[in-house]
Nanobody, 126 residues
Framework: QVQLVESGGGLVQAGGSLRLSCASS????????MGWFRQAPGKEREFVAS????????LHADSVKGRFTISRDNTNNTVYLQMNSLTPEDTAVYYC???????????????????WGQGTQVTVSS
C-alpha cells in the first residue's frame, strides 16, 4: 500500500470551482492507476473519476462528465481533480485511491483499489 494525502477541499458557492490534489508516496517508477471517489452523508461511496498509470486514459462518472476533469503529474506524484460548475449535489467527502501495480488501467470499481486517502470535505452551498 501507499500513502495518499488529499487537499484542496472547502466551501464553495454553487457554480464555483475547486481543484483537489492527491499527493502520494509512490515514486514515478511505481506510478499506479488512480481514482477519485466521493461519499455524501447517508450514501454509499461512489466513483467520480479514474486515470491510467500513464495518464493517457481517463474515465468520468456520468454525473460529473463535462464538469470535472482528472489529471496527473507523475513527476511530482500528484493526481488532480478539477471541479467546475459545482452544485450542492456534489457535496461529499472526496477520496483519492490507488490501484495495485499489477494493473495500470483506469477503473470505476471501488474494489479495484487497494490504497485510500483520508478524504477531503467539499461543501457546495446553494
Amino acid at each position: 500500500q501507499v500513502q495518499l494525502v488529499e487537499s484542496g477541499g472547502g466551501l464553495v458557492q454553487a457554480g464555483g470551482s475547486l481543484r483537489l490534489s492527491c499527493a502520494s508516496s509512490i515514486g514515478t517508477s511505481g506510478s499506479r492507476a488512480m481514482g477519485w471517489f466521493r461519499q455524501a452523508p447517508g450514501k454509499e461511496r461512489e466513483f467520480v473519476a479514474s486515470i491510467s498509470r500513464t495518464g493517457l486514459s481517463t474515465l468520468h462518472a456520468d454525473s460529473v462528465k463535462g464538469r470535472f476533469t482528472i489529471s496527473r503529474d507523475n513527476t511530482n506524484n500528484t493526481v488532480y481533480l478539477q471541479m467546475n460548475s459545482l452544485t450542492p449535489e456534489d457535496t461529499a467527502v472526496y477520496y483519492c485511491a490507488a490501484r495495485p501495480t499489477t494493473d495500470w488501467r483506469a477503473n470505476r470499481s471501488l474494489n479495484a483499489y487497494d490504497s485510500w486517502g483520508q478524504g477531503t470535505q467539499v461543501t457546495v452551498s446553494s
